[in-house]
C-alpha cells in the first residue's frame, strides 16, 4: 500500500493505483472524459490536471502512478483555471443541441460544466465547425459527429473490447470524425456499450432513442435474464413500464458490460407482451377466484398429473411448485423444458452464452436432489398438464412443437408472463394464468458458473399476476402477500416541482 | 399560536368599500340613463355578453398556442421541458424520430389538459424555441362530450390562429449564420 495525499485527504492506495483512481478513492471530484477503468489511458481530454508538489507543471492524472508520499491537488486556483478553459474548448464547437439530445439529464458535458466550467452564453452564438449529424453506425447505434467530445472512448472499446475494430477517428484537428470504416457498420453484439461510455450525446441507442427523457425515468438494480451469464443491469422504468437496461459492474460476472440482445429483455416485461389476465378456454377473461376454482377442480379431478417447467423462474419458485406436485398431489412427472437444447456451452467469448434461460443450473439442481426431472421430450398424455411457460418468448424456436405435444393431454394449465397468441385456439388449454416477470419478484437466479444472484421487485407492471410461490399458496387455499414493488402515487403530482431552481 | 387574529372593532375596512360602491352606484346610473357609445367602448362598461366580446391585451395568458416554423410545420421539438415544468402535469408529449435530419425530433402528439392547466405560464417560459405561448383568447367552455385535452390540431391550427403564429426562434437561420 502507498501513502498519498489527495487535496488535503490522506489515504492509501494499492500499488499501481492510478492518480485518477485515488481522486475516486478519496472521494474528490475531478474532471475527466476519455479515461474509463476497463479501458486503456488515451490521455486526450487534457480535463484531469492535477497539481503534483514538487512538480513545476500541471499534470494529467489519469497517466500518472501513484508513487510514495505523493501530494496532489485540483483545488489550487491554476489547475481550476485550467479546467475551466479546457472545458470551454470542449463546448467552442459543441452544437445547442441539448432540447432534441437524448443523453441531456445524463450528459458529462452537462454535469462538468456545471461543476467545473465558467459561465457561459446561452446562446452560443458562435460560429462553428459543422459535421455530419444522425449518422447511422450499425443497427443499435446513431452518431452525431458535432456533439462528440473526441474522448475516443468508444474507438478504444472497440479496439480493445469486441476487437472488433469498428470505430476509428478520422481526419485531423478540428474536423476529426469518429466514423466507421466503408462497408463495415458497428453491428458487433455489444455495440450499445459505446452508448454507456459515451460521456456525452454523441453516439444514441435506437432502441431508446426519443421514447423518453432520462429525467422521467427511475431505476432499480437487478439481473439480465437474457441468457445463463446473468449479468448486473440496473432496470430503467416509471409507471409505464420499462424503458432500457443498463449495464452495473461486477467484476466476478460482467464486468462493465452487457450485450445487445440482453438489452432487449425488458420489453418481455412490459404489458404489450404479457399475459394481463386470467383466461378459459378459447380465452374467454374470467376472475382470479374463478381460475383459482377451475384450477383446483381440474387438478382434483385428474389421475394423472404432470408439469412442464422452463430454466426461466427462480430457485424458490422451483422450490415450492416441485414440492407441491411430489408431496402435495403425489406426481412424480415433473419434466424440464429446455428452451435452447444442446446449446449449454455455446460461448462468444466475452459474456453471451447459448444457454437462453438464466436459471438452468438451478433447475437442474433442485431436481436433482429431489431425484426427480425428466426431458420434455419423454412427456406422454395426462389427464392435467401444468406447464410454466417460458418468459422471454424471443429465442424460443420450438414453441409450435411443444404446444402440439402438450395439448394431447386431456386438459391443460397454461401459467406464463408472456402472451402466447396460438394458446386462445387450442382446446385442450382450459385455462391461462399470469404469472410475475422476475423483475416483479423476490428470488434467487443460479447462474452458468453457480452464482446465486437475487432479484428484488422492481416495479410491478401486472397487478394481477403471480409469482409461483403465491399461486402454490392460493391452489392450497392459504393467504398470500404481495409486494408490489416501486409505487407512483395515484394523483399526479410533479415531482421535479421540488428541485426547481437547483442545478 | 393561531396566525388568525380576532377582528378588532374599528372600521378601518370603510373607506374602501364606500369608495367602490360609489364606483359601482356610479356606474349603474350611467349605465342605466346613457346609451352605449360605438367609438368609446370603455365609457359604457356593460357589455351583452356573450353577442359582444371583450378584448384582452395581446399579453393576456389565455389558452395556448403552439407556433410554427416558415414552412408551416410546428415548430416544437418535443424536448418535454414544458412539461417538465409543469406544475399541474398537465402537458403530454409523444416524441418520434423525424425523416428530416436536421430537424431530427418533432412530436407526433402534444396534448394539453386544458381542465388541469392553471395557466401559469411556466410552459412558456421553459421553452428554448419560442414554441409555445400563451394567448389572449380565454373562452374554454364546451358541453359535456367536448375534448379538454388540446391537440396539436387545436393548438396550433385553430382558425382563430389564421394558419399559425410563426416562432422567433429559426433554426434554419442560425444553420445558415454557422452557428
Ligand atoms: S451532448 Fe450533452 S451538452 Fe451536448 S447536446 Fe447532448 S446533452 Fe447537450
Ligand atoms: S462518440 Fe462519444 S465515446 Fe466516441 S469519441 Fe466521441 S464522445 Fe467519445
Ligand atoms: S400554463 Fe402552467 S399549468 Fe398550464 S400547461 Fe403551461 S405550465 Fe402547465
Ligand atoms: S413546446 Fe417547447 S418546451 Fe415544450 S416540448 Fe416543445 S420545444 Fe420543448
Ligand atoms: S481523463 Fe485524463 S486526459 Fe482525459
Partial sequence: MLKCKINDKEIEVPEGTKLIEAFKLADQDIAHYCYHSALSVAGCCRLCMVDIEGNPRPQIACNTMVSEGMSATNQSDSIKETVKWGLDFHLINHPLDCPVCDQAGECELQNQYMKFGSGYDSEMAEKKVKKNKVVDLG???????????????????TSEITRTNELGIFNRGDRSEV???????????YSVNTVDICPVGALTSKDFRFNQRVWYLKNKKSICTGCSTGCNVKAYFNEDGYFRFKPVVNQEINGYWM????????KSTNKENRLMGYELQYGDACSKEEAFKVAQDLISSAVTTALVVTGQQSNEEYESIIS??????NSEQIYHWHTTPGKEDEFDGLLMRGDKNPNTKGLQKILS???LGKDVSELSSVDTLVVVGPENMTHVKDLKAQLEKFIQSQNVIWLGSALVEELKEMAHVKLQMPLRTYLEKTGTFTNHAGQDQKVTVVKTVNKQALALTDWVQLMQNQEVQQD???????VKTNFFMDDRGTV | MSLVKKQSDDLWYMPAILSGMRFTFKTMLKNLFTRPDPKDKLAHRTYNYPEEKYEYSPRFKGNHILTVKKDGSLRCTACMLCATYCPASCIKIIASESDDKAVEKFPISYEINILRCVFCG??????????IRMGPEWQTPGLAAENFDYDIKKLAYRAQ???????????????????
Fill in chain 1, 369 to 371: 436432489e429431489k431425484g
Fill in chain 2, 161 to 179: 390562429l389564421e394558419g399559425g403564429i410563426p416562432s422567433r426562434v429559426d433554426d434554419v437561420e442560425r444553420h445558415e449564420a454557422g452557428i
Fill in chain 1, 484 to 490: 408490489q414493488g416501486v409505487k407512483f402515487p395515484k
Fill in chain 1, 139 to 157: 443497427k443499435e447505434v446513431v452518431l452525431d459527429s458535432e456533439r462528440c467530445v473526441l474522448c475516443s472512448r468508444c474507438v478504444r472499446f
Fill in chain 1, 179 to 189: 466514423g466507421t470504416f466503408k462497408g463495415k457498420p458497428l453491428n458487433n453484439n
Fill in chain 1, 324 to 329: 407441491y406436485f411430489k408431496e402435495t398431489l
Fill in chain 2, 122 to 131: 411556466f410552459c412558456e417560459e421553459a421553452c428554448p424555441v419560442d414554441a
Fill in chain 1, 259 to 266: 450485450c445487445d440482445e440482453g438489452r432487449k429483455v425488458y
